[in-house]
Nanobody, 123 residues
Framework: QVHLMESGGGLVQPGASLRLSCAAS????????MGWFRQAPGKERELVAA????????YYSDAAEGRFTISRDNGQNILYLQMRRLTSEDTAVYYC????????????????WGQGTQVTVAS
């Protein structure tokens, strides 16, 4: 079993930056891909960014490309999401997720989930 716990969410103004963290514990994450999903009110949960166990394998949604950076510290079992130039459209609950194997792109592909951290972008 993998336990995931997100942190770093909060209320920020448009244009600000924020870094989310996800601490993993439990079984080894060797050969596990990890991702950040988000769910805005009334919308489906969507993949924002993902990273493979091999660190140069990454994926970004169109909304995240160029503004967000996903990274992971495999030694410390921590996943990060650096977010820049935030807008109100980024307001959502952000979830950390993990799966054994390669990066995949839908919620059903991921076995392990954190409880989420709220990000609110407002002036």
């Amino acid at each position: 079993q993998v336990h995931l716990m997100e942190s770093g969410g909060g209320l920020v103004q448009p244009g600000a930056s924020l870094r989310l963290s996800c601490a993993a514990s439990g079984r080894s994450l060797v050969n596990h891909a990890m991702g950040w999903f988000r769910q805005a009110p009334g919308k489906e949960r969507e993949l924002v960014a993902a990273i493979g166990w091999i660190l140069d394998i990454t994926y970004y949604s169109d909304a995240a490309e160029g503004r967000f950076t996903i990274s992971r510290d495999n030694g410390q079992n921590i996943l990060y999401l650096q977010m820049r130039r935030l807008t109100s459209e980024d307001t959502a609950v952000y979830y950390c997720a993990a799966r054994e194997g390669d990066v995949q792109y839908t919620t059903s592909d991921y076995n392990y989930w954190g409880q989420g951290t709220q990000v609110t972008v407002a002036s």
